[in-house]
């Protein structure tokens, strides 16, 4: 999300799962968002699964 460090959880289908975006502020984490709505997910342009 907005080019911020994160992580995504992706389905055996290859769906995406779930999106994990951290906001780092000094060095550290200083927020977590996380997106699970399956519509919303669907709109994003992530990067295929390896």
Not at 7 to 20: E, F, K, N
Not at 37 to 44: H, N, V, Y
Request: glycine share 10%; net charge positive; aromatic share 4%.
């Amino acid at each position: 999300m907005d080019g911020r460090p994160g992580v995504v959880a992706w389905r055996a289908d290859g769906r995406p799962l779930s999106l994990l975006a951290f906001s780092v502020a000094g060095g550290r984490i200083t927020a977590i968002s996380i997106v699970t709505d399956p519509e919303r997910l669907a709109r994003l342009d992530l990067p295929k699964p390896a």
